[in-house]
T-cell receptor
Framework: KQEVTQIPAALSVPEGENLVLNCSFT??????LQWFRQDPGKGLTSLLL?????REQTSGRLNASLDKSSGRSTLYIAASQPGDSATYLC????????????FGEGTQLTVNP | ETGVTQSPTHLIKTRGQQVTLRCSSQ?????VSWYQQALGQGPQFIFQ???????GRGNFPPRFSGLQFPNYSSELNVNALELDDSALYLC???????????FGPGTRLTVT
Protein backbone atom coordinates (compact mmCIF):
# COMPACT_ATOMS: atom_id res chain seq x y z
CA LYS A 1 0.00 0.00 0.00
CA GLN A 2 1.35 3.40 -1.01
CA GLU A 3 2.05 5.79 1.84
CA VAL A 4 3.00 9.44 1.38
CA THR A 5 4.67 11.44 4.13
CA GLN A 6 5.33 15.17 4.21
CA ILE A 7 7.85 16.86 6.42
CA PRO A 8 7.60 19.24 8.18
CA ALA A 9 3.92 19.31 9.15
CA ALA A 10 4.13 23.06 9.70
CA LEU A 11 6.66 25.73 8.82
CA SER A 12 6.85 29.42 9.67
CA VAL A 13 9.38 31.64 7.89
CA PRO A 14 10.04 35.35 7.42
CA GLU A 15 9.22 36.94 4.08
CA GLY A 16 11.97 36.62 1.49
CA GLU A 17 13.36 33.33 2.73
CA ASN A 18 13.95 30.40 0.39
CA LEU A 19 12.43 27.17 1.66
CA VAL A 20 12.13 23.47 0.90
CA LEU A 21 9.17 21.19 1.53
CA ASN A 22 9.73 17.44 1.55
CA CYS A 23 7.60 14.54 0.36
CA SER A 24 8.43 10.84 0.52
CA PHE A 25 6.53 7.82 -0.78
CA THR A 26 6.95 4.13 -0.06
CA UNK A 27 6.22 2.56 -3.47
CA UNK A 28 8.46 3.83 -6.28
CA UNK A 29 6.12 2.46 -8.99
CA UNK A 30 4.49 5.80 -9.62
CA UNK A 31 3.19 7.35 -12.84
CA UNK A 32 3.55 10.95 -11.77
CA LEU A 33 3.72 13.21 -8.72
CA GLN A 34 1.82 16.45 -8.22
CA TRP A 35 2.23 19.31 -5.81
CA PHE A 36 -0.91 21.20 -4.82
CA ARG A 37 -1.69 24.31 -2.84
CA GLN A 38 -4.77 24.52 -0.61
CA ASP A 39 -6.03 27.68 1.04
CA PRO A 40 -8.16 27.22 4.21
CA GLY A 41 -11.51 25.61 3.44
CA LYS A 42 -10.86 25.71 -0.31
CA GLY A 43 -10.19 23.23 -3.10
CA LEU A 44 -6.81 22.23 -4.48
CA THR A 45 -4.77 24.24 -6.96
CA SER A 46 -2.24 22.25 -8.96
CA LEU A 47 1.22 23.80 -8.82
CA LEU A 48 3.47 21.34 -10.60
CA LEU A 49 3.20 17.86 -12.09
CA UNK A 50 6.30 15.72 -12.61
CA UNK A 51 6.09 12.64 -14.79
CA UNK A 52 7.98 9.59 -13.50
CA UNK A 53 10.54 9.96 -16.30
CA UNK A 54 11.33 13.57 -15.34
CA ARG A 55 13.67 14.86 -12.65
CA GLU A 56 12.22 18.32 -12.08
CA GLN A 57 9.69 20.93 -13.10
CA THR A 58 9.78 24.69 -12.66
CA SER A 59 7.09 27.35 -12.59
CA GLY A 60 8.04 30.86 -11.60
CA ARG A 61 9.46 30.82 -8.07
CA LEU A 62 8.61 27.13 -7.64
CA ASN A 63 10.83 24.18 -8.46
CA ALA A 64 9.89 20.57 -7.80
CA SER A 65 12.31 17.67 -8.04
CA LEU A 66 11.65 13.96 -8.14
CA ASP A 67 13.92 11.06 -7.21
CA LYS A 68 11.73 8.10 -8.02
CA SER A 69 14.21 5.42 -6.99
CA SER A 70 14.59 6.81 -3.48
CA GLY A 71 10.91 7.74 -3.19
CA ARG A 72 11.45 11.44 -2.60
CA SER A 73 10.31 14.79 -3.96
CA THR A 74 11.05 18.33 -2.86
CA LEU A 75 9.26 21.59 -3.53
CA TYR A 76 11.55 24.60 -3.46
CA ILE A 77 9.98 28.04 -3.04
CA ALA A 78 12.26 30.99 -3.74
CA ALA A 79 11.89 34.40 -2.16
CA SER A 80 8.77 33.49 -0.18
CA GLN A 81 5.92 36.01 0.14
CA PRO A 82 3.02 36.29 2.61
CA GLY A 83 0.69 35.27 -0.24
CA ASP A 84 2.45 31.89 -0.31
CA SER A 85 0.90 31.06 3.07
CA ALA A 86 -1.21 27.93 2.55
CA THR A 87 -1.10 24.16 2.96
CA TYR A 88 1.01 22.36 0.39
CA LEU A 89 0.11 18.78 -0.51
CA CYS A 90 1.98 16.26 -2.58
CA UNK A 91 0.23 13.35 -4.25
CA UNK A 92 1.38 10.35 -6.27
CA UNK A 93 -0.45 8.56 -9.04
CA UNK A 94 0.41 4.87 -9.13
CA UNK A 95 1.17 3.14 -12.39
CA UNK A 96 -1.75 1.17 -13.86
CA UNK A 97 -4.23 2.73 -11.46
CA UNK A 98 -5.49 5.51 -13.65
CA UNK A 99 -5.51 8.83 -11.84
CA UNK A 100 -6.01 7.67 -8.27
CA UNK A 101 -3.97 10.08 -6.25
CA UNK A 102 -2.54 9.15 -2.87
CA PHE A 103 -1.94 12.28 -0.82
CA GLY A 104 0.30 13.22 2.05
CA GLU A 105 -1.14 15.14 4.99
CA GLY A 106 0.41 18.38 3.85
CA THR A 107 2.77 21.05 5.12
CA GLN A 108 1.13 24.17 6.52
CA LEU A 109 3.28 27.13 5.50
CA THR A 110 3.11 30.57 7.09
CA VAL A 111 5.20 33.39 5.61
CA ASN A 112 5.43 36.32 8.00
CA PRO A 113 5.75 39.89 6.65
CA GLU B 1 -13.08 27.36 -20.56
CA THR B 2 -15.11 26.57 -17.44
CA GLY B 3 -13.30 24.77 -14.66
CA VAL B 4 -14.60 22.07 -12.37
CA THR B 5 -17.65 23.18 -10.40
CA GLN B 6 -19.33 21.55 -7.41
CA SER B 7 -22.66 22.07 -5.70
CA PRO B 8 -23.72 22.80 -3.09
CA THR B 9 -20.91 24.72 -1.41
CA HIS B 10 -21.99 23.83 2.10
CA LEU B 11 -24.46 21.32 3.45
CA ILE B 12 -25.68 20.37 6.92
CA LYS B 13 -27.36 17.00 7.41
CA THR B 14 -28.50 14.89 10.33
CA ARG B 15 -27.07 11.48 11.13
CA GLY B 16 -28.95 8.76 9.22
CA GLN B 17 -29.99 11.01 6.35
CA GLN B 18 -28.91 10.72 2.73
CA VAL B 19 -27.03 13.31 0.67
CA THR B 20 -26.22 13.90 -3.00
CA LEU B 21 -23.26 16.02 -4.09
CA ARG B 22 -22.77 17.16 -7.67
CA CYS B 23 -19.78 17.84 -9.86
CA SER B 24 -19.48 19.29 -13.36
CA SER B 25 -16.27 18.31 -15.05
CA GLN B 26 -14.08 20.62 -17.08
CA UNK B 27 -14.86 20.81 -20.79
CA UNK B 28 -13.25 17.96 -22.70
CA UNK B 29 -12.72 15.81 -19.61
CA UNK B 30 -14.20 12.30 -19.44
CA UNK B 31 -12.84 11.16 -16.07
CA VAL B 32 -14.08 12.22 -12.65
CA SER B 33 -12.61 11.25 -9.29
CA TRP B 34 -14.06 11.92 -5.84
CA TYR B 35 -12.05 12.46 -2.68
CA GLN B 36 -12.94 12.95 0.99
CA GLN B 37 -10.81 15.30 3.06
CA ALA B 38 -11.29 15.29 6.83
CA LEU B 39 -10.12 18.32 8.76
CA GLY B 40 -6.33 18.45 8.97
CA GLN B 41 -5.86 15.42 6.73
CA GLY B 42 -4.91 14.84 3.12
CA PRO B 43 -7.68 13.88 0.68
CA GLN B 44 -8.63 10.19 0.49
CA PHE B 45 -9.69 8.59 -2.81
CA ILE B 46 -13.34 7.45 -2.82
CA PHE B 47 -13.90 6.30 -6.41
CA GLN B 48 -13.38 7.23 -10.03
CA UNK B 49 -15.63 7.25 -13.09
CA UNK B 50 -14.34 6.95 -16.65
CA UNK B 51 -16.78 7.25 -19.55
CA UNK B 52 -19.77 6.55 -17.25
CA UNK B 53 -18.27 3.40 -15.69
CA UNK B 54 -16.73 3.05 -12.23
CA UNK B 55 -13.00 2.61 -12.62
CA GLY B 56 -11.81 1.79 -9.16
CA ARG B 57 -12.78 2.43 -5.58
CA GLY B 58 -10.93 3.31 -2.42
CA ASN B 59 -11.54 1.96 1.06
CA PHE B 60 -15.07 3.32 1.49
CA PRO B 61 -18.23 1.34 2.38
CA PRO B 62 -21.01 0.65 -0.16
CA ARG B 63 -23.17 3.42 1.28
CA PHE B 64 -20.89 5.70 -0.75
CA SER B 65 -22.06 5.42 -4.34
CA GLY B 66 -21.81 7.45 -7.50
CA LEU B 67 -22.90 8.07 -11.05
CA GLN B 68 -21.44 9.64 -14.13
CA PHE B 69 -23.74 11.04 -16.80
CA PRO B 70 -23.31 11.18 -20.61
CA ASN B 71 -22.06 14.76 -20.33
CA TYR B 72 -19.44 13.43 -17.85
CA SER B 73 -20.84 15.31 -14.87
CA SER B 74 -21.04 13.19 -11.75
CA GLU B 75 -22.87 12.64 -8.47
CA LEU B 76 -21.69 11.29 -5.15
CA ASN B 77 -24.40 9.78 -2.95
CA VAL B 78 -23.92 8.92 0.70
CA ASN B 79 -26.61 6.96 2.56
CA ALA B 80 -27.10 6.53 6.30
CA LEU B 81 -24.86 9.47 7.14
CA GLU B 82 -22.53 9.14 10.12
CA LEU B 83 -20.82 11.86 12.13
CA ASP B 84 -17.45 10.81 10.66
CA ASP B 85 -18.72 11.62 7.16
CA SER B 86 -18.29 15.30 8.02
CA ALA B 87 -15.59 16.46 5.63
CA LEU B 88 -14.74 18.45 2.53
CA TYR B 89 -15.69 16.44 -0.55
CA LEU B 90 -13.55 17.18 -3.58
CA CYS B 91 -14.22 16.32 -7.19
CA UNK B 92 -11.48 16.25 -9.81
CA UNK B 93 -11.70 15.81 -13.55
CA UNK B 94 -9.12 14.86 -16.16
CA UNK B 95 -9.09 14.31 -19.90
CA UNK B 96 -8.41 10.63 -19.43
CA UNK B 97 -6.87 8.04 -17.16
CA UNK B 98 -3.51 9.07 -15.68
CA UNK B 99 -3.78 12.65 -16.96
CA UNK B 100 -3.42 15.67 -14.70
CA UNK B 101 -6.38 16.15 -12.40
CA UNK B 102 -8.11 19.48 -11.93
CA PHE B 103 -9.98 19.97 -8.68
CA GLY B 104 -13.19 21.79 -7.92
CA PRO B 105 -13.72 24.04 -4.88
CA GLY B 106 -15.30 21.25 -2.84
CA THR B 107 -18.50 20.74 -0.86
CA ARG B 108 -18.28 21.09 2.91
CA LEU B 109 -20.58 18.49 4.51
CA THR B 110 -21.41 18.70 8.19
CA VAL B 111 -23.29 15.82 9.82
CA THR B 112 -24.88 16.56 13.21
Amino acid sequence: KQEVTQIPAALSVPEGENLVLNCSFTDSAIYNLQWFRQDPGKGLTSLLLIQSSQREQTSGRLNASLDKSSGRSTLYIAASQPGDSATYLCAVDKETSGSRLTFGEGTQLTVNP
Amino acid sequence: ETGVTQSPTHLIKTRGQQVTLRCSSQSGHNTVSWYQQALGQGPQFIFQYYREEENGRGNFPPRFSGLQFPNYSSELNVNALELDDSALYLCASSRGLSYEQYFGPGTRLTVT
